[in-house]
């Protein structure tokens, strides 16, 4: 059984920094990629950033230069590094991972994913 538990929200002021956690268990980690997804009250659940098995980042472009995705994979853990956040930053962070391992295509889609964190609540005062 697949277990995503994330870590590292808080309250932060604009302009401040974060990092989230998620650490996986029930499988080899390293074989596959890892999304991160969030959620604002009232609004649909959007991709963040995304890292595949073989280390390959994507980002969605309003987090470009301001988020960084890495792995762990000996500790079976990814990262999400969130610096100059914003307001519009607010929002809960959920880590995801898909079914298939070795997974390159289609990875900044939420239906590629199966399996999902808790999430952690982000909030960016003004």
């Known amino acids: 059984q697949v277990q995503l538990v994330e870590s590292g929200g808080g309250l932060v002021q604009a302009g401040g920094s974060l990092t989230l956690s998620c650490a996986a268990s029930?499988?080899?980690?390293?074989?596959?990629?890892m999304g991160w997804f969030r959620q604002a009250p009232g609004k649909e659940r959007e991709f963040v950033a995304a890292?595949?098995?073989?280390?390959?980042?994507y980002y969605t472009d309003s987090v470009k230069g301001r988020f960084t995705i890495s792995r762990d994979n000996a500790k079976s853990t990814v990262y999400l590094q969130m610096n100059k956040l914003a307001p519009e930053d607010t929002a809960a962070y959920y880590c995801?991972?898909?079914?298939?391992?070795?997974?390159?295509?289609?990875?900044?889609?939420?239906?590629?994913?199966?399996?999902w964190g808790q999430g952690t609540q982000v909030t960016v005062s003004s």
């Open positions: 995801a991972a898909p079914p298939s391992p070795y997974r390159t295509v289609a990875v900044t889609s939420k239906e590629t994913y199966d399996y």
């Open positions: 029930g499988r080899t980690f390293s074989s596959y990629a």
């Open positions: 890292i595949s098995w073989s280390g390959r980042t």
